[in-house]
């Protein structure tokens, strides 16, 4: 498999504190790529540093050998890289396609002014949704009226429906019951199936073992080591995210 | 797994529904009014009563608009009448120095424009409540009104601001249908364009919006502007009402136009708008008063019948989904 996305020495300081020490890791095309770790291990931030929000102070992140300089979320999501937040930065009060739509709205051009396009976009988000195959309702229903896993769908259908590349969840099933689990991690596996890089942030070690294709694994701001998964146990896994292995 | 392409728009199970009731407390308290007052005084719904009713609702509305745009952000402006006070002394300043008329509408226009674009960036970019900073604007405002007006009114005679007031199509005035068309264009804004959806967005949750790139400074400093525009735009049609630019305070216009806003049903907490609402709750607000004066009753009723109104349709709003 072919690095899509690597890191290669990214280190970040907040102030004396520091989040990233020499991170190196990759992200293979076509894979769920898994990163695990203890929490303050520095997983959130560097995954902040792909998504652009974080500007690493050494190091470089490159994406199809090409070096990225993020400065922003925009400059992250040009380039094909796609953030569902742990907080879902959905809008309660509007609707799902306007959420599908949020700062990309399809507008009718008329000089200097557009006006929405509301019949297109409700159309395009109802494909979107199809396309998932996830129980959501109608595209016109606020998201205030949606369960958490039908929230976390619209979030990955989000991310997934820009054609981007990469998608990064951090830790899209932590507030989901089992079943809701289930279909997230069903969608999640879409996304790979359809030749999407999944970069996943999880505490959760069935799910790590069950979805990804390869493990990197943080601890104290270092990456302290990778495996593909189908060759390590939650043991190891385990070891490394404790320090018991070195 | 099946998907429901779209849920009907209007059933009758709607009517039913408290929150339907609530969403449409504005016109339907309108409407009870307007049969209330009609039975108790027939001259209530005369051509020329309702003429004179939206003629005096014409401010209101124009200055509900704006504060619309600001709630809609989770926002309040405090200093909505004071702006249309400095807006208003501001044209009487450059009229009363042969500057003509058309100039004397910019100057009211920009003063108001920039005395909100300051709120805007105070918010913004300060990092304070906007509770705060507009309640520092009233006064500042109202204090900058009086200094250069040096607290006295000037008096503004001109035939077209004569016609303005008086003139019009019909049972509606010019200013009525200036107040018309200020609505029609902030309802394609809120609803037909990326700033509208934008503005919702930032007082639905500022995070989330940050989060798809939405730059929500900008957009709070926009509705503070608009609203400051807005009551610049005001301060012509009072000055024009009125024949004079007076450094008056105007707080009932403040506290109309939030009652308004909350009686068209617009959350406080921003993220959810309507332009028709606020603009029904202004109709409502002005046929209030309008009908108790005809039925005789004093003036010292008319605050407490509105804040009785308004009090009741926030009651009502609670039950919204």
């Avoid at chain 1, 291990?41 to 470089?60: E, N």
């Avoid at chain 1, 569902?84 to 396609?97: G, K, S």
């Avoid at chain 2, 990326?194 to 930032?202: D, K």
């Amino acid at each position: 498999m072919s690095a899509l996305l690597s890191a290669d020495g990214v280190s970040l300081a907040f102030g004396s504190v520091q989040a990233l020490k020499d991170v190196s890791l990759t992200v293979a095309e076509g894979e769920i790529t898994a990163l695990v770790g203890d929490n303050g291990a520095g997983k959130s931030t560097l995954v902040r540093c792909i998504a652009g929000v974080h500007r690493p102070d050494h190091g470089t992140i490159t994406m199809r050998g090409e070096s990225l300089h993020l400065k922003s979320p925009e400059d992250a999501r040009e380039q094909g890289i796609e953030t569902v937040h742990q907080n879902l930065a959905l809008v309660e009060d509007l609707t799902v396609w306007q959420n599908l739509f949020l700062n990309r709205e399809l507008v009718h051009k008329m000089g200097p002014f557009g006006l929405l396009d509301r019949r297109r976009m409700q159309r395009q988000a109802r494909e979107m949704v199809a396309t998932l195959a996830v129980n959501v309702p109608a595209v016109g229903s606020r998201v205030r009226r949606l369960s958490g896993g039908q929230r976390q769908a619209v979030a990955i259908c989000r991310a997934a429906g820009f054609s981007s590349q990469l998608v990064i969840m951090d830790e899209p099933t932590a507030a989901l019951g089992v079943q809701e689990t289930a279909r997230v991690e069903e969608l999640i596996t879409k996304l790979r199936d359809d030749g999407r890089a999944v970069l996943l942030i999880s505490h959760n070690f069935d799910q790590v073992m069950r979805l990804s294709d390869q493990v990197w694994v943080m601890r104290a701001g270092r990456c302290v080591g990778g495996r593909r998964t189908a060759d390590t146990t939650g043991q190891e896994i385990v070891g490394l995210i404790t320090g018991a292995i070195q | 797994m099946t998907t429901v392409a779209a849920t009907p728009r209007f059933n009758t199970g709607r009517l039913k529904d408290v929150s339907f009731w609530a969403e449409w407390a504005a016109a339907i308290g309108l409407v009870l009014l307007v049969i209330v007052f009609q039975i108790l005084n027939p001259t209530f719904l005369s051509t020329g009563n309702i003429a004179s009713m939206l003629v005096a609702a014409a401010i209101l509305v124009i200055l509900a608009v704006g504060q619309t745009f600001v709630v809609a952000t989770g926002g309040i402006d405090l200093s909505v009448a004071s702006m249309m006070t400095l807006g208003a002394v501001g044209f009487g300043q450059a009229y009363s120095h042969g500057w003509g008329l058309t100039w004397s509408c910019l100057v009211a226009v920009a003063v108001g424009a920039v005395t909100g674009l300051i709120n805007g960036l105070v918010i913004a970019k300060g990092r304070i409540t906007d509770f705060i900073v507009t309640l520092g604007m009233l006064s500042a405002a109202s204090g900058a009104a009086l200094i250069l007006a040096d607290g006295k009114p000037v008096t503004v005679i001109d035939t077209t601001l004569l016609q303005l007031s008086t003139g019009g199509i019909g049972v509606f005035g010019w200013t009525v249908l200036i107040a018309a068309v200020v609505a029609i264009i902030a309802h394609v804004l809120v609803f037909w364009t990326r700033f509208g959806t934008h503005v919702l967005a930032t007082g639905g949750s500022r995070e989330a919006a940050n989060a798809t790139g939405i730059n929500t400074d900008r957009i709070k400093i926009a509705v503070y502007a608009v609203s400051g525009l807005l009551a610049g735009l005001a301060a012509i049609l009072l000055v024009a009402r009125v024949g004079a630019a007076e450094p008056a305070s105007n707080t009932s216009f403040l506290l109309n136009s939030v009652a308004a806003v909350v009686l068209g049903g617009v959350s406080l907490l921003g993220g959810r708008a309507t332009i028709a609402g606020p603009v029904i709750g202004a109709l409502l607000l002005t046929a209030l008063t309008n009908g108790l004066t005809l039925l005789g009753v004093s003036q010292f009723y008319q605050p407490l019948a509105v804040g009785f109104v308004v009090v009741l349709a926030a009651l009502l709003t609670r039950f919204q989904k």
